[in-house]
């Protein structure tokens, strides 16, 4: 079997001349139905929130400083701390920038900021202002007014309002009424289509100057009579409700709704954005609304609080007011390749890599401390292929160094046990780990733990199936991309003492009571009976890609003869339906990844077309199912595989949502009013929707979170990126200005975990 890639000299010069390897050369596909894809700039969310104690109820930013109203007062924001303003009005309902100046709406008055100093304009009580032929408009109540010499003046028509009620209209043009004609109670005003509109508790005027006109709209109606907000924006002019989002264009009004994308129809605020966005306050968390997509911001992550009363925009920053304070979402230019190191760079500073291993980190005592969890092997792995496909693509030293530390704590793993190809879960410090050795193992059985010789470590035993996958797939991308000299034996000796020690002891992996561990099992007795029958699929695609990688990798018979074994049992047919969709109590979602770590690994070695073919089948199944999540990692894989169109907008799209924060805050999306499929996927699944990573930390769960305890390692979106790269998916960066492909590593800061401070991990060899 020929290896991947025959040397590093040739992985570089095929980098330095193409910034990627191509799909073809790996998965021997001899099509290629997909467009690579540019690393353009885009706008990258950054996300801050600052606590108060009161409800934030008026927010807005002047000169590039952010005030809010708290408690009817004026604050200022400095140093993330909000301190009350001197001399400023009091009883303040809303603050408003227009036209380069500040305004205070209070119960006594009006108010204008002004060289510095806070100047009362009026003392009637306004209720709104807006900008209407280049003059300032304010509304009270019942009035309407523009200012005129720092003089608001009513611009009432001396003989009162008139209706638009065509019963109202005399021979001679003029109107009678028995009562005046009311243009109030007046809860908003706004400049639209060169006139000026009125916003009243559940209706829409359009005011010409001299006509109150009621019958202005010739289709549609406002969907309730709970109106909030009105907001002008080039041909549209929107009107926050209950019960969706109103939008006038002419004559017409319509509706936006769940349905049509609004993530939450009980609207409050609304607010103009910095790239002809529209940005909708709700009672659950804030939206962007833009030409052809809806970003949904929730609390936790997002936002300290659920209601928002206001928000206000400045040039790439927005700041949304809450019940519990300000969320601050700033947009910085970013590349792909940047968030991939700020990724690099966040896995340092907190802290989340210990003796090679990569770890998640939560939080005891008020504490960060790595977890050593029962898939320390499978988490790694991650690590170790992002950076094999990294060096592939770039040949950074740093990378190469990084990929082969992870790889020699994946082999520590297999030689911490006394038995050949019998390897650990986790190994656990007995001086220096702060993470408790956990008490439950595999499907709620007690763990299994043991202590070395030396007694230095103690060793997590009851090893699943999900470790063996991990170590096939990243030792073996390790071996094909990174290894030299005797790392490559070391990585050849490793797949195969696994391979044999599952081969000679009848397709399971024995404990070290030599009853097979709860999830190592790939026999017939347990995959083609009632009680393993739902994993016979993935398990028998498990068991394939191990005997067909050691195959290929170590030359030895022995791993033909196990392969045509399990062919024999039938396992390669099991693999079309390997993907269960029913009932639920059977849809895992870790296995999906394992069924791709199988996938990526089983098809680079497999040569033979009738069997491809079949496991073609599976991955074609499989990937239809998952299609509709928009998940690069499925999305690059198959068309890796396949040379097939795999959708890689949306994969591309997804990595540029992918929060910068790696806190697992809580986050809630059941009760969102747009769970709906998107047009042309289905659920085989029977989940509600696909969400962005920016609204859940997976792409089908519509409630969780763990209080912001948990610093989950970013190293799936590092797989993916240079995955991408390295498959030719993704192009590199078009520009060279290194404040946009890096980030700074000269002062790395510690924010999470301490360092590991005990005993080393052995050499190995």
Known sequence: MKTFIKSVTATLLLSILSGSLIAQDSYKTSQRLWKPQQDDIYLQEVAKKINTELPVQAIAVYEGRCLAVIDEKIWLLGNDIFNIEKNTPVGVKRLISVNNELWALTSDGIYRFKNSKWEKIDNQVFVDICVHHGILHGATKEEIFHLVDDKFVSIKPEGGYYSSDVTMLMEDGSQIHAEPVRIGPITRIESYSGTLHVLQPGKLILFDGK??????????????????????????????????????????????????????????????????????????????????????????????????????????????????????????????????????????????????????????????????????????????????????????????????????????????????????????????????????????????????????????????????????????????????????????????????????????????????????????????????????????????????????????????????????????????????????????????????????????????????????????????????????????????????????????????????DCIEYNFQNSHRDDLFLEPGYTSYEGKKRAFSPRESSSPTVLDGGVNGNVVREPTEFLRDYWMGRYNGFIQPPTTNNPELISVDRSELRQQGAKPYDGPGRPVLY
Request: charged content about 25%; aromatic content about 14%; hydrophobic content about 35%.
């Open 211 to 660: 006509v109150v006109n009621k019958d202005f709209i010739d289709w549609g109606t406002l969907p309730s009579k709970n109106t909030k907000d009105m907001l002008s924006s080039g041909s549209r002019l929107f009107i926050s409700t209950d019960k969706g989002l109103a939008v006038l264009r002419g004559a017409g009004l319509a509706t936006i709704k769940g349905i049509d994308g609004l993530p939450v129809e009980n609207t409050t605020c609304l607010a103009s954005g910095f790239d002809g966005d529209i940005w909708i306050g709700t009672e659950k968390g804030t939206v962007r609304m833009l030409n052809n997509d809806w970003h949904y911001f929730g609390a936790d992550h997002w936002l300290p609080g659920d209601h928002v009363n206001d928000i206000a925009v400045d040039d790439h920053i927005v700041y949304i007011a809450t019940d519990k304070g300000i969320g601050i979402i700033r947009y910085e230019p970013y590349t792909l390749q940047k968030k991939a190191a700020f990724y690099e760079r966040h896995i340092e500073e907190w802290g989340h890599k210990r003796l090679g291993f990569t770890h998640a980190l939560y939080k005891k005592d008020g504490e960060w401390v790595r977890e050593v969890s029962d898939n320390d092997g499978g988490n790694t792995a991650t690590y170790l292929a992002a950076m094999c496909y990294k060096y592939a693509v770039t040949g950074d030293k740093t990378a190469r160094k990084e990929a082969v530390e992870s790889f020699n704590a994946m082999i520590w793993l297999e030689r911490i046990t006394p038995i050949d190809g019998f390897f650990a879960r986790a190994i656990w410090s007995t001086t220096a780990d702060k993470d408790e050795r956990a008490t439950l193992g595999s499907g709620g059985l007690p763990a299994r733990w043991y202590p070395t010789k030396d007694g230095k470590w103690f060793w997590k035993g009851d090893t699943s199936s999900d470790e063996v996958t991990s170590h096939f797939y990243a030792v073996s991308l390790f071996y094909d991309l990174v290894a030299e000299g005797k790392e490559k034996e070391m990585a050849k000796e490793h797949l195969n003492r696994i391979a044999s020690y599952i081969l000679k002891s009848g397709w399971v992996l024995p404990d070290m009571d030599g009853k097979p561990t709860r999830w190592g099992r790939w026999n017939p007795e347990y995959l083609l009976r009632p009680y393993g029958y739902a994993d016979r699929g993935l398990n028998g695609l498990e068991a394939l890609t191990f005997m067909q990688t050691a195959l290929s990798i170590t030359g030895d018979k022995k791993f033909k003869a196990g392969y045509q074994q399990l062919i024999g049992w039938g396992y390669h047919q099991n693999t079309l339906r390997q993907k269960n969709i029913f009932p639920p109590e059977s849809i895992a979602p870790w296995d999906d990844d394992l069924a791709f770590e199988s996938y990526n690994t089983l098809f680079r070695y497999c040569d033979d077309p009738n069997f491809r073919s079949v496991y073609l089948r599976s991955l074609e199944r499989t990937w239809e199912v998952k299609r509709m999540e928009h998940s690069p990692w499925f999305n690059f894989s198959y068309g890796a595989i396949t040379g097939n169109d795999c959708e890689l907008e949306e994969s591309m799209k997804y990595l540029r949502e992918c929060k910068l």
